[in-house]
């Protein structure tokens, strides 16, 4: 954009000429995994358009085969994190280092769909023409509205900042999220079922000791479900391996853990072969909805409402305290007292109702 000037929108002001975009969403997988209908809105505006994403480390698989996206920026925050308190100017390096990449770009329009002080710093260096995001800071020219008070989903949210640029946004139904993987990660998902036809995946960790529900839950359910005829596996993180290896021992012989046995890809390509899959709310949980996989997602403290399955065949089961979702990280009781309330039972009848 040589003059870089800017013409009127009925609501905004928008380049006239839109080369280069910067599309910020730094973390939370599943929140990368629902941003995924916007940035498919935001190149169908404008194309010819080159599209860079930032995002930190743990993030980028998610988005590696998008073909809405041209260039990916990594930013290394657990790199830069390892640094502290005893090296801040390392830690400030890995910082700069992002920042000067992006900076090689003139973009036109950034967006930054974090609304974080972490993601503002890197809209603020990107020296876009126009800077668009979730935030609350200053510099920003075009805000959505932050309306916490408000009950909607997290997908429509990301589009509110699109209509306040004057832009055609899809219907409801037409926001699909998705995610792609290659032939080589769906061999390494077919490995583990080997062909067994009727599969249950359990994934019972989550970050959240308020979105957990109890261990000896999923070991009757697992049971339950080696009865009904599944293989049940046992999915996590390679943190979660010797509580997974646990649970799967206690509930069959036949039922195995693949907690941190493979990568994030992979995992998604078994996430759509899987006959059921049960989970906390949790990313894994928005992979398998952008697949449609029928699913069984128990929630505690957070919202359904918010930041449930956005699509797909499944079944929702939430109590929060007293019907009403507190947001809170940590609970009294251990596991928290609304997904006590989650019985075995009403699980096992969900699972009967959804599965392939």
């Keep these: 954009m040589k003059n870089k000037k800017i013409k009127k929108n009925k609501t905004a002001w928008i380049p006239d000429d839109v080369k280069r975009i910067l599309f910020i969403k730094l973390s939370s997988l599943g929140d990368i995994v629902l941003t995924t209908p916007v940035l498919s809105s935001i190149k169908k505006k404008w194309p010819n358009a080159e599209i860079t994403y930032l995002v930190e480390t743990e993030g980028e698989p998610l988005i590696r085969h998008n073909p809405d996206i041209d260039e990916v920026v990594i930013f290394n925050r657990g790199r830069a994190e ?33 609304g974080l002080f972490k993601s503002w710093i890197f809209l603020m260096f990107s020296r876009a023409v126009l800077r668009v995001g979730k935030g609350r800071f200053i510099g920003v020219d075009i805000k959505s509205p932050h309306r ?55 994934n019972p960790f989550t ?113 929060g305290c007293d019907g009403v979702p507190c947001l809170k990280r940590t609970c009294y009781e251990d596991p928290a007292i609304c997904m006590t309330e989650i019985g075995v039972d009403e699980v096992l009848k969900a699972v009967k109702k959804v599965s392939r």
């Design 82 to 114: 390892s640094y502290l308190p005893f090296h801040p100017f390392k830690a400030l390096t890995e910082v700069l280092s992002a920042i000067k990449k992006l900076r090689k770009k003139k973009f036109d329009i950034a967006f930054d769909f974090q």
């Design 207 to 319: 970050t959240w000791q308020s979105k957990c529900w109890s261990v000896e839950y999923w070991i009757e359910l697992g049971k339950r479900l080696t009865d009904l005829g599944y293989m049940v596996i046992v999915s996590g993180a390679g943190s979660d391996n010797d509580l997974s290896k646990k649970i799967a021992r206690k509930i069959s012989k036949s039922a195995k853990s693949i907690a941190g046995k493979l990568n994030l890809l992979s995992f998604a390509a078994l996430l759509n072969k899987v006959n059921i899959f049960v989970t906390v709310d949790s990313a894994p949980m928005h992979i398998a909805s952008a697949f449609k996989t029928p699913t069984v997602s128990l929630f505690g403290s957070t919202d359904p409402q918010r930041t449930g399955p956005w699509q797909g065949k499944g079944k929702v089961i939430a109590y």
């Design 148 to 202: 916490r008070n408000i009950k909607r989903h997290a997908v429509p949210s990301y589009f509110e900042v699109l209509i306040l640029l004057g832009l055609k946004i899809p219907s409801l139904k037409n926001m699909k999220t998705f995610l792609y993987f290659t032939k080589k990660e769906e061999i390494s998902a077919l490995r583990i079922l080997k062909g067994r036809r009727k599969t249950a995946l359990l």
